[in-house]
């Protein structure tokens, strides 16, 4: 039996397909520039936002990351990096300013700030993008 209503991808038709990259730090984060092991991009993407999550909260001051394509920062305006608030979990970056990747291009994750009194700990980052898929 044929579904009429379901369309059926036709050649030249195009799709915007999202894969996700992700950098983990297990047990209490410490500020340091490559803080977890280095991620490789698969293919061509385009970075749209950087998530953070942490399972117990950073207190007295913001825990800030940021995502290093190649050595050198996507966010080139520093307020735009992952900042989780002192007293919550989780945070969606500003959109990098840096957002293409090709395939082979390597990723790493600093931590530029913990929390004043006690640090975030279970860090989970996860780089958001993009692929645009021809059929």
Do not use: H, W
């Amino acid at each position: 039996m044929v579904d009429v209503y379901k369309k059926i991808p036709l050649a030249g038709d195009t799709y915007t397909v999202t894969t996700t990259l992700s950098f983990a730090i297990v047990g209490a984060v410490a500020t340091g520039t490559n803080k977890a092991p280095s991620l490789l991009a698969p293919c061509a993407l385009t970075i749209v936002k950087v998530k953070a999550y942490v399972r117990t909260a950073p207190v007295g001051a913001n825990l800030i990351c940021d995502v290093n394509k190649n050595g050198t920062t996507v966010f080139t305006t520093q307020g735009g990096r992952p900042s989780i608030a002192a007293g919550a979990y989780t945070d969606d970056s500003d959109t990098p300013d840096v957002t293409a990747l090709v395939e082979g291009d390597r990723l790493d994750l600093d931590v530029d700030q913990v929390g004043s009194s006690t640090a975030g700990s279970d860090l989970t980052i996860e780089v958001v993008c993009t692929q645009t898929v021809t059929i």
